[in-house]
């Protein structure tokens, strides 16, 4: 019988169901003979779950506002001022 | 009768109902848009991933202050960059790519814990028997959730970015294996086994913490 460290290798694709039909069908036999495996498997599938269960963070309001103003600014640097801008022309208030 | 600026908003108004609703342009059009200065189609592009890489900064640094610097360093090289992107790749692939680096340059003077080889994380039969792996029932009956991802953020944190950053995108952001290859300019297997060491490293550090609170 070949060793744990044999299949740990394809464990990861086997898990997420990206493994070759031919590696699936030696890891389930190999599953059926090894409990360790068989707790690695249940174990890292559930490594995932909790993963995702994590809110998903969003970029705070005000650090939104600073970003905008940074890449506002970069842009005027790099582009100058153009037509669309917010900026009204002299003379006018 | 309207001032000059007011119909200058209005007319930068227009311009945006006209992008969101009548005709809403590509991202090669975008692209064009923006090379020729055009604010609102670069804000356009970067509007979706604005938060995918703040997380992806925070998760890699675990915290917020770099997480802003990584995602600002990004867009200001985004436009500094703009005429060198190819639309060969997706706008996102190249923008990801650009984060990579300034990820990289952020994290080379840090020290990072290393991750063992793939092969030492296989259960152990050779000895006494007491290499038993652990067996979670539901984490939840043990930790709250919030402490969970406590537990996990620390640990992601700790590990190199180029073992986290590969699985956070896969399992976070879930972006396919061969997009992250094109992120990472990795070949796909060397971003399996990238990945399959993080995960390796993960659920050994969970299982873990989930003995020491066995009773
Ligand atoms: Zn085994
Ligand atoms: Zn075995």
Not at chain 1, 35 to 48: A, F, Q, Y
Not at chain 2, 14 to 25: D, Q
Not at chain 2, 36 to 43: E, H, I, K, S
Request: with cysteine; hydrophobic share 35%.
């Amino acid at each position: 019988m070949k060793d744990c460290t044999e299949y740990i290798q394809n464990l990861c694709s086997y898990v997420d169901g990206e493994a070759d039909d031919s590696i699936c069908k030696e890891i389930e036999k190999h599953l059926k003979d090894c409990p360790e495996c068989r707790v690695m498997v249940d174990t890292l599938k559930k490594t995932v779950v909790l993963c995702k269960e994590g809110e998903k963070k969003h970029l705070p309001a005000e650090l939104r506002a600073k970003l905008k103003s940074a890449l506002e600014k970069k842009w005027k640097e790099r582009f100058g001022n153009e037509a669309d801008e917010e900026t009204p022309p002299d003379g006018e208030k | 009768m309207l001032a000059g600026s007011q119909l200058r908003v209005d007319i930068r108004f227009a311009k945006r109902v006209l992008i969101a609703y009548n005709h809403p342009m590509n991202e090669k059009e975008l692209v064009i848009h923006a090379r020729g200065g055009d604010r609102d189609a670069f804000n356009e592009l970067i509007s979706n991933y604005i938060d995918k890489i703040y997380r992806l900064g925070f998760k890699v640094s675990g915290n917020e202050e770099d997480a802003q610097d990584i995602l600002q360093e990004t867009f200001l090289k985004a436009i500094d960059k703009i005429e060198s992107f190819r639309s060969e790749a997706s706008f996102g692939t190249w923008l990801y790519s650009i984060a990579m680096n300034v990820m990289r340059g952020c994290f080379a003077q840090r020290k990072k814990m290393a991750l063992k080889p793939i092969e030492d994380y296989a259960p152990d039969h050779s000895d006494t028997g007491s290499s038993g792996l652990f067996k979670w029932n539901d984490p939840h009956e043990m930790f709250e959730n919030s402490q969970i991802q406590g537990i996990i953020d620390d640990f992601i944190a700790e590990m190199p970015e180029e073992n986290s950053t590969p699985f956070i995108l896969r399992y976070i952001e879930e972006m396919p294996v061969k997009e992250i290859a094109g992120v990472m300019g990795l070949s796909v297997s060397a971003v399996k086994s990238r990945i399959l060491r993080a995960r390796l490293a993960l659920r050994e550090h969970i299982s873990s913490k989930m003995e020491e609170k066995m009773p």
